[in-house]
């Protein structure tokens, strides 16, 4: 069996702030040049007040059925990838599949961070090969306007929230002829956990705790990591860089984003960037960044797509993937 990538959505609240905004709004020194200049971001989504993982998450979710024709009947299970959820338990995917209407089948939460949504894929992808599952929805939906110390300036102009999702539907390899996740790669390493990681949690502290990062020493494990996993993923596939149509990285940083565009030889209108407008919105960048491209025709059927993250974990991985 192939899962073949059958529709894609995005959901973005309501409300854009930009750098200068943002800055004169939580009293931040810091200047629009300065994040332009370093991150390449220049506003960012935030959620409204009650606004959830599981509201965004769900938006997101019904857009990547209605885009692929199906409906919650076609659903087997619910993956989500988040590191804001409503609430301990139920899972946010539990949440969305009580919400859609759907019954039958099964749903659950991974954690992994901005690498959230290559994990969900890799473990969905798995699921339809081995006969588990046919229609799969995969999410990630962050709020990480939650999670910040908003008097950090090294952390909390970085993020953004929002919501992206793909419908998955299972196919018999003949009749997909080509299509589909071909491979994902997924990799983590627990001794670098304190360079980017959450001071707390529901088992440690009782709270929420807020993100810490060490930016630079991030940047340089990214840049690295990043490309041996995409040499991993064409290894894979036996496939070449010059074969790769659209690069559709996590979007944390135009810097990293664009290393990673020059080592694949890929010119800049071959890589989906949403960084500008959505800043890191960690699990949920790919798949709203490849809502985007697929809404506006530039991924097309047949094309070759590939997927890659960093984040705290560490955790890493790739994804290749026909549409
Ligand atoms: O999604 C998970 C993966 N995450 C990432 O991939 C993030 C990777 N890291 C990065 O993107 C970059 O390291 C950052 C954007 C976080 C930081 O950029 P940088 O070029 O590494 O800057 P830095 O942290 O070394 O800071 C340089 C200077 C410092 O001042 P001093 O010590 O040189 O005087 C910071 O205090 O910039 C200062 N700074 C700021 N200045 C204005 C840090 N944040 C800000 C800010 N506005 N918002």
């Known amino acids: 069996m192939r899962a073949v990538i059958a529709g894609t959505g995005g959901y973005l609240p309501a409300r854009s702030v930009t750098n200068d905004e943002l800055a004169a709004w939580k009293g931040l020194d810091t200047t629009d040049a300065w994040i332009v200049e370093r991150t390449g971001i220049r506003r960012r989504h935030i959620a409204a007040e009650g606004e959830t993982a599981s509201d965004m998450g769900l938006a997101a979710a019904r857009a990547a059925l209605a885009a ?10 619910v993956i989500v990838a988040t590191a804001t959820p409503d609430s301990a338990f139920p899972s946010t995917a539990t949440l969305i599949q009580g919400r ?10 991974v954690a992994a961070a901005c690498t959230g949504f290559v994990y969900a894929l890799g473990v969905a992808d798995a699921l339809v090969r081995c006969g588990q599952a046919r229609g799969v929805l995969v999410i990630g939906t962050e709020v990480y306007s939650r999670i910040l110390d908003w008097t950090d300036r090294g952390t909390c102009v970085l993020f953004g929230d929002g919501a992206g999702a793909v419908f998955l539907r299972g196919m018999p390899e003949a009749e997909a002829a080509g299509r589909g996740i071909l491979s994902t790669h997924l990799h983590s390493d627990g001794r670098h956990g304190e360079i980017l990681h959450v001071d707390g949690g529901a088992g440690s502290t009782g709270g929420t705790g807020v993100v810490r990062m060490a ?5 340089r494990h990214a840049v690295a990591k990043l490309a041996a996993a995409v040499d ?3 290894a894979a596939n036996r ?5 790769v149509q659209w690069l559709v990285p996590h979007q944390a940083n135009i810097r990293i984003i664009d290393a990673m565009g020059k080592k694949l030889g890929l010119p800049r209108e071959r890589v989906v960037v949403t960084v500008d407008r959505h800043a890191n919105t960690s699990a949920a960048s790919i798949p709203l960044a490849l809502a985007e491209a697929a809404r506006d025709g530039r991924i097309a059927r047949g094309d070759l797509v590939l997927m890659e993250a960093i984040g705290g974990g560490l955790t890493w991985g790739a994804a290749l993937a026909r549409f």
């Open 215 to 219: 930016g630079k020493e991030v940047f």
């Open 100 to 109: 859609l209407g759907s019954t039958r089948g099964f749903s659950f939460d």
């Open 232 to 234: 991993e993923a064409l």
């Open 68 to 77: 692929a024709g199906a409906d919650a009947s076609d659903v087997d299970a």
């Open 239 to 243: 496939l070449a860089q010059s074969d």
